[in-house]
């Protein structure tokens, strides 16, 4: 691990850059950019990883600044993948995660894009297009933990929330390629389908306990897990302090995919756990009551 230090000439101000942690070797075709500075000469493609989830990347071509006016001769990019209740301007229930993007001609200031809301600096245009590859994480993106997986992206270009199209899904990561940047993109989605039956034929081969569905909830849930053996199951919902508020199943149940509903009308909104037992199985997963 070393840290090297590069001066670059401006004008006839000096300027210190600082490259800091390559954890890559330097590829043949990029640089990885953990100092997140991104040069107008640059012959190479600079990559500019997300400082909290290293799944996400934009990539800038060489020549990507130009030809476009009042272009500095280098530019300072930084993404973040933010909390959903951290997004201020308005945005419906199909929202489910969100990245900040922001640039400057410094690593303090980021005067030429800051994301601030209604109106201000949000956009900026490059002479090349941005290869974005964004990845959703259901417990660092969605500060609502919901059951969700995502369907696409959209952008606020400043006033409105806009779709970008030509997008490619795979997973929980969306590829597109933009030469506008955007100082907020957000991830859409739609709830996970689960299968809410009970005791269908065949057998499972593992014991599991799903994810309840919907989540939130309000005022009743799915919970369904499979068996693969016939087994005495107790299902038990926890509050956040750990005291039983419910016992859903007390019984020897067969071989199968089981489900059953749970009701939160008689209780304060709030985190809540289950724990399914069985003698060769025990797991507990986390669901919230939203009134």
Known sequence: MTTSYRTCRSGAHLRAIVFVVLLLPLSAFAQMSYSNWVYRNSTDTTVIRCWNDSSTTLMFAPGSMSGMMNMPDSIYCRIDVMPMDSLSVSHDSTFIGWYRMRIGSDSINFNMMNFSGMGGSNMMQFGKGIVCHLHWDSVAADSMYRHYHPTGIMVWNGNNWISLSNVSLSGNTISFTTSDAYSAVAFVGAPEKTTAVVDQGGTPSTFSLNQNFPNPFNPSTVISYQLRAVSRV??????????????????????????????????????????????????????????
């Open 234 to 291: 107790t299902l038990k919902v926890y509050d956040i302090l750990g005291n039983e508020v419910a016992t859903l199943v007390n019984a020897t149940q067969s071989a199968g995919i089981h489900s059953v509903e749970f009701s939160g009308s008689g209780l304060a909104s709030g985190v809540y756990f289950y724990r399914l037992s069985t003698p060769d199985y025990v797991r507990t997963m986390r669901m919230i009551l939203l009134k």
